[in-house]
């Protein structure tokens, strides 16, 4: 077969896989803006050409033989990169627009990323966020998310990542607690107190400290079995507990800092930093692609500035947008 007539069936072949996926010759032809006669007169041109049936087509149904299987699956990398090839070129002229699908843990978005994302879309017109809250660790590229925003020490190599601040976790507990149980003096302490941890599956409750500068000299790393009267895989649900006086939580500072800033948790042992409970910085993350399309490019930039300073006591946790 010539060059030419390759060519010529090229789009065929796209069709084929858009086919595949739509699942009927009236879906596909809707998808290519096509009539459903001149969908299946392209397919039937395609297995003239290539001598075999593609297509096995039934009362109820239409799915594609092994032959047509098998040419989809060999050609549909190339077509995806011809696909985000042309999108990379569409995003080069006006401004960021689209639609992108971020995924970021529940505490941090309810509390820091909702509160400040109307300056986003303001700055940002033609941008539509679909922001999915979850503390699992997401397949980005199998469920189709373009950011993910997480907290971790180090971020996967398979992955481009921004960093947009650093994190701290908290020991927190209510007066109330305190004024019962009484403020341990050093983590050893916490092994007699009500420890509300977060729960990940085969972890032993155990919580890791390092003092400060001021006591640097005299102590060292410090780890300590704990125990208490609940547990949870969510930091929100610890915080709240915590607010209602079960015991001491172990939180990171994105969660923590509205109720510590209004007084309603008093940092523990604050003279003591706990370690490895969290991340200890926070990205902006998504699978490496030659191209980043500019919706995400200033996703990541407005993000980067609005959260430079970290969750600090001192600095307001949800700042005007």
């Known amino acids: 077969m ?12 796209h069709g084929l896989g858009v086919l595949q996926s739509a699942g009927s010759f009236t879906a596909a032809a809707q998808r290519l803006g096509l009539s459903k006669a001149a969908m299946s007169q392209r397919v039937a041109e395609l297995e003239r050409a290539a001598g075999v049936p593609l297509v096995r087509r039934t009362t109820r149904s239409v799915r594609l033989t092994e032959a047509g299987e098998r040419l989809v699956e060999a050609t549909r990398g190339a077509f995806a990169q011809i696909e985000q090839g042309f999108a990379g070129v569409q995003d080069l002229v006006g401004e960021p627009h689209g ?9 941090l978005g309810r509390q820091q990323i909702v509160p400040r ?10 941008v539509r966020v679909e922001l999915e809250l979850s503390d699992r660790l997401v397949a ?13 020490a180090a971020p996967p190599d398979t992955h481009v990542a921004w960093p947009l601040c650093t994190t701290r976790s908290w020991l927190v507990a209510s007066r109330a607690y305190l004024r019962r149980a009484g403020a341990p003096a050093t983590p050893a302490d916490l092994a007699t107190h009500d420890c509300l941890h977060y729960l990940r599956p085969g972890d032993t409750p155990t919580w890791s400290f390092e003092p400060d500068a001021a006591l640097k000299s005299r102590s060292g790393r410090v780890s300590v079995g704990v125990r208490g009267v609940f547990a949870a895989n969510n930091s929100e ?23 510590v ?25 998504r699978p490496y692609s030659p191209v980043v399309p500019r919706a995400v490019q200033a996703f ?3 993000w980067r500035e609005a959260l430079a300073e970290g969750f600090s006591v001192d600095k307001p946790a949800r700042p005007r947008a």
Do not use: C, N
Request: glycine share 8%; hydrophobic share 50%; no cysteine.
């Open 99 to 107: 639609v992108l699908r971020v995924s970021a843990p529940v505490a």
């Open 117 to 126: 994302l109307a300056g986003f879309l303001r700055a940002y017109p033609q």
């Open 140 to 152: 980005m590229t199998q469920e189709g998310f373009d950011v993910a925003l997480r907290h971790t």
């Open 261 to 285: 800033q209004s007084g309603k948790l008093q940092l523990v042992l604050p003279q003591w930093k706990p370690v490895g409970a969290f991340g200890e910085h926070l990205y902006a993350i």
């Open 2 to 13: 010539d060059a030419r007539k390759i060519e010529s069936l090229w789009s065929h072949v």
């Open 300 to 302: 990541i930039g407005y």
């Open 237 to 259: 649900a610890l915080r709240e507990a915590a607010l209602a006086g079960l015991g001491i939580a172990l939180l990171p500072d994105f969660s923590a800092q509205a109720a």
